[in-house]
């Protein structure tokens, strides 16, 4: 049986996007080595992750279909937190990585299926979970030296973990604001999540009763648009400019 935050970080997240059919948070130490941490990666994602575990889940009396699923590198959570907040609460900190998945796969909902449909047209979905996490090219790889770091957490995955972080606090009253769910700011080379969420508006809140997906599969407000592609396009020069040439 899943630990309780386990069972509780799920619950989250139906009440979250409870249009998910199913959510599937599994520690990589259940594993095998074909799910390897992936750079500085504290969890992982993709849209066909839940394939890959079905084998896993199945064995587990877990599999309920296709759905959500992200595999928690926990290892890596406590030994990076523990030198920097002595005493911090595991389960919280476990489960704000959980939310961060989540806003990679509700924003993945247009973006990756559209990215991978060759790729999945090539190759049938039960293969995935013969052969192992699939052999993405290199554009899919966060925190590669030759990317810049904001790779794979653009506008769309800031606006949906804004989105994310407003519906647990509100919905589940789990204690989490935009900066604690790992989005924007310095570690990504761009402005700070605060004025992401400023340029969003009210947003989250107004549109707190639409589906999820349903609302980020919609265009986001325009200030929200023009900051964000403002604020990526001095970061690129920026990167540019620091690169070796």
Same mark, same amino acid.
């Given at each position: 049986?899943?630990?309780? +935050?386990?069972?509780?970080?799920?619950?989250?997240?139906?009440?979250?996007?409870?249009?998910?059919?199913?959510?599937?948070?599994?520690?990589? %130490?259940?594993?095998?080595?074909?799910?390897?941490?992936?750079? @500085?990666?504290?969890?992982?994602? &993709?849209?066909?992750?839940?394939?890959? =575990?079905?084998?896993?889940?199945?064995?587990?009396?877990?599999?309920?279909?296709?759905?959500?699923?992200?595999?928690?590198?926990?290892?890596?959570?406590?030994?990076? +937190?523990?030198? @920097?907040?002595?005493?911090?609460?595991?389960? +919280?900190?476990? *489960?704000?990585?959980?939310?961060?998945?989540?806003?990679?796969?509700?924003?993945?909902?247009?973006?990756? @299926?559209?990215?991978?449909?060759?790729?999945?047209?090539?190759?049938? =979905?039960?293969?995935?979970?013969?052969?192992?996490?699939?052999?993405?090219?290199?554009?899919?790889?966060?925190?590669?030296?030759?990317? !810049?770091? +904001?790779?794979?957490?653009?506008?769309?995955?800031?606006?949906?973990?804004?989105?994310?972080?407003?519906?647990?606090? *509100?919905?589940?009253?789990? !204690?989490?604001?935009?900066?604690?769910?790992?989005?924007?700011?310095?570690?990504?080379?761009?402005? &700070?999540?605060?004025?992401?969420?400023?340029?969003?508006?009210?947003?989250?809140?107004?549109? %707190?009763?639409?589906?999820?997906?349903?609302?980020?599969?919609?265009? !986001?407000?325009?200030?929200?648009?023009?900051?964000?592609?403002?604020?990526?396009?001095?970061?690129? %020069?920026?990167?540019?400019? @620091?690169? !070796?040439?």
């Amino acid at each position: 049986m899943p630990a309780d +935050w386990i069972s509780d970080a799920e619950s989250i997240c139906r009440s979250v996007c409870p249009e998910l059919s199913a959510v599937y948070i599994v520690l990589r %130490a259940e594993l095998n080595s074909s799910f390897d941490q992936c750079g @500085r990666c504290l969890g992982y994602t &993709s849209p066909f992750l839940d394939v890959q =575990l079905e084998p896993f889940l199945e064995r587990d009396g877990r599999w309920a279909g296709r759905g959500f699923a992200t595999v928690i590198y926990e290892d890596a959570i406590l030994a990076a +937190w523990r030198a @920097r907040r002595p005493g911090f609460d595991v389960d +919280w900190l476990l *489960t704000t990585v959980v939310l961060h998945e989540l806003a990679h796969h509700t924003e993945r909902g247009r973006s990756w @299926r559209h990215k991978l449909a060759v790729e999945l047209a090539e190759r049938p =979905l039960k293969d995935w979970a013969n052969t192992g996490p699939p052999k993405l090219s290199r554009e899919f790889l966060s925190f590669d030296a030759d990317l !810049p770091p +904001w790779h794979n957490h653009g506008a769309e995955f800031i606006r949906s973990a804004i989105h994310v972080v407003h519906r647990a606090w *509100t919905l589940c009253g789990f !204690p989490i604001h935009s900066q604690q769910i790992d989005a924007a700011g310095e570690l990504y080379g761009l402005a &700070s999540i605060g004025d992401y969420a400023h340029a969003l508006g009210d947003e989250p809140a107004r549109l %707190a009763d639409r589906p999820l997906l349903e609302v980020l599969a919609s265009d !986001p407000p325009e200030a929200f648009s023009i900051f964000a592609a403002a604020d990526l396009a001095a970061a690129e %020069a920026e990167w540019e400019r @620091r690169s !070796p040439t």
